[in-house]
């Protein structure tokens, strides 16, 4: 790998754990107001960043970079509404997909096929996050903020 991929991957470690802090104050402001359901779904949410986390930083090891965490940024504490929380996950997972595709444009420039296709299983599973806090967000949208409780009944009925 050279140096330039290393440093973009390093910096991905960094963001998926930031993703991960993203989520676990959206699950615990969903919480603090009851909404037991919303307040698993991001705790689950948060779970999967750290794995996305950990995978990079494996790939990163196997491939014999070296792995250099960074400085991890404070994430969003408060929410002025159930709908600002559900926005900032989609608006963060718009953001990890752009991430996604320039370290992969990188990669492909380089010739670098092995981070070219590690990073092809992170580009499905951007689809995934995209689709499910879009969803979520018009879902809180649609009921509006006085029914937030209703989005409970709606996370119940997910996969
Ligand atoms: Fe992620
Ligand atoms: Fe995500």
């Given at each position: 790998?050279n140096?330039?991929?290393?440093?973009?991957?390093?910096?991905?470690?960094?963001?998926?754990?930031?993703?991960?802090?993203?989520?676990?104050?959206?699950?615990?402001?969903?919480?603090?107001?009851?909404?037991?359901?919303?307040?698993?779904?991001?705790?689950?949410?948060?779970?999967?960043?750290?794995?996305h986390?950990?995978?990079?930083?494996?790939?990163?090891?196997?491939?014999?970079?070296?792995?250099?965490?960074?400085?991890?940024?404070?994430?969003?504490s408060?929410?002025?509404?159930?709908?600002?929380?559900?926005?900032?996950a989609?608006?963060?997972?718009?953001?990890?997909?752009?991430?996604?595709?320039?370290?992969?444009?990188?990669?492909?420039?380089?010739?670098?096929?092995?981070?070219?296709?590690?990073?092809?299983?992170?580009?499905?599973?951007?689809?995934?996050?995209?689709?499910?806090?879009?969803?979520?967000?018009?879902?809180?949208?649609?009921?509006?903020?006085?029914?937030?409780?209703?989005?409970?009944?709606?996370?119940?009925?997910?996969?």
């Open positions: 790998m140096q330039e991929i290393v440093d973009a991957l390093n910096a991905q470690i960094g963001h998926e754990y930031e993703n991960y802090m993203l989520y676990e104050q959206a699950s615990a402001y969903c919480d603090d107001r009851g909404l037991d359901g919303a307040a698993k779904l991001f705790r689950k949410q948060a779970d999967g960043e750290l794995e986390a950990r995978k990079v930083t494996d790939y990163v090891r196997d491939a014999r970079g070296k792995v250099v965490i960074p400085i991890i940024k404070a994430q969003k408060e929410f002025g509404s159930g709908e600002e929380v559900f926005l900032a989609f608006e963060r997972e718009k953001e990890t997909t752009a991430k996604i595709y320039k370290i992969r444009d990188l990669a492909w420039k380089a010739g670098d096929h092995a981070t070219f296709e590690m990073l092809t299983w992170f580009v499905n599973e951007q689809v995934e996050e995209e689709n499910l806090t879009d969803k979520l967000l018009s879902v809180v949208r649609g009921f509006g903020e006085k029914h937030l409780f209703l989005i409970e009944a709606y996370i119940s009925h997910l996969k």
